[in-house]
């Protein structure tokens, strides 16, 4: 079922947008819904942004999480467990819950985030997406049995349930493949299913990954990628990938 509210994804309309205009729809004990972000909420294993909302008088509340809330499942295939619209609430810092109080519904704010947090999650997002095709080429059983993901600034992972462990053969193949394609600096474009805007696919490329994170537009600034196995037990293999020589531009954001 729709939930009866929606807010507008500021970040899916320009994912480089570093602040936005918008109303206060909700205030909670320690969340404040908007309508309209840029904070990308934690979702398909991007963590969320942080960021800040500066009031009309000037005071600044910080927010350290951002949930999308009462989503709901299209039913749209190639997209099974993907939530569509919904409102996303921004978590506010303990030391400014106190503030809560100057806030009013309708009251007109700016929602900002951190942009160095947002660069180093679009890199690593865009990193896991090129490890992932990487993998496909060399394991794509593997990629068939994909547990989940998690991204974080500084590298991302993921999760296969295989029991054919990866041989350190196939870790230096993954990695040769997927270091290509940052050395091609491929373009990278996102798409909206005609549907339902919130259904995203990533494309570089002939490669394509249903997504609705954010991402770099193309892949070299990820840098040389290094990609590490561990095992996590009978059935379970984890790859990691890192990408010390990566080029974060935050001097994008506007
Ligand atoms: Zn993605």
Redesign the pocket.
Known sequence: MKFHRQTRKRYYEDSYASHCQASIIKIEADMVELDVTVAFPEG?G?EADHGTITLDNGRVLRFIDAKKMYGHLPGIAGFPDVQVGGVIWHKVHPDDVSLLSDLHIGDSVTARIDTDRRARLMLS??A??ILYVAVGMIRPDAVQATLGCHIRMDGARFDFGVTERFTPEQISQIQACANDLVLRNAAITMSAHPQEPDLRS?HCEQYQ?A?????LDRTGPVGRLMVKRKSLGSGKERLSCSFPDAVFDTARFH
Do not use: V
């Open positions: 398909g991007q997002h865009t896991s997406h990533w990954i997504c609705g994170g954010t991402h």
